[in-house]
């Protein structure tokens, strides 16, 4: 992806304070963890202009793939690949979390058949582990997942090692790093800080 909108991606996540930076008084993730960055993409929904440029990041990825369908992780990755597989015009599917208790108790919501290819759309990683299990329910059905993508990405090694273990390519539109440079050349953060930020994500290790 051109760097200028990556970098223009990771301003406008700041802006609308989607991304948080704290690190005197980190931020507790729901696993417990004490987190110096805080992401809650979800909060693009509500800014036209950013979830455009987002939806134009993700179709100018997905351009040069063979792809049949765009799968949204369920729940913060489906309203991005709503508004991708509208660009794209492609059809859309969605991935539940679990399979659903009733009905015909489907996991994959939407029609994908096998042997087609699916891009995945997540809205972040930190371990990855919501959008492999997304990707595998696919595999499962028979699908090719050609690459699983998100807007953001903690750049945790174990979400490097589960990807890798898992069979899946994935790529994330901002990055740990573009952020903790920006904040860091907008004088949001201090030198110092950013080596603490990043510090603290190459120390982490997860149980």
Aim: proline share 2%; aromatic share 6%.
């Amino acid at each position: 992806m051109v760097i200028i909108l990556r970098q223009t991606i990771a301003q406008r996540l700041i802006d609308i304070n989607a991304l948080k930076v704290n690190v005197q008084e980190p931020f507790t993730w729901s696993s417990g963890i004490q987190s110096p960055v805080y992401c809650d993409n979800r909060l693009t929904m509500s800014y036209p202009d950013v979830r455009q440029t987002i939806a134009k990041a993700f179709v100018n990825e997905i351009k040069g793939l063979d792809v049949d369908v765009i799968a949204g992780c369920a729940t913060a990755g489906i309203p991005h690949a709503a508004f991708v597989s509208d660009q794209l015009n492609l059809p859309m599917v969605y991935v539940r979390s679990k399979a659903k208790g009733h009905g015909l108790k489907n996991m994959i919501e939407g029609k994908v058949d096998q042997s087609e290819r699916v891009v995945v759309i997540e809205d972040l990683i930190s371990t990855g582990t919501s959008a492999i299990k997304a990707a595998e329910a696919l595999r499962e059905q028979g699908c090719h997942v050609v690459k699983v993508l998100s807007i953001f990405s903690y750049g945790l090694n174990e979400a490097e090692d589960n990807f890798k273990e898992a069979g899946f390519e994935y790529e994330s539109l901002v990055t740990f790093d573009d952020v903790a440079s920006l904040l860091t050349t907008n004088g949001n953060i201090t030198e110092k800080e950013r080596e603490q930020v990043l510090n603290w994500r190459d120390d982490l290790v997860l149980s």
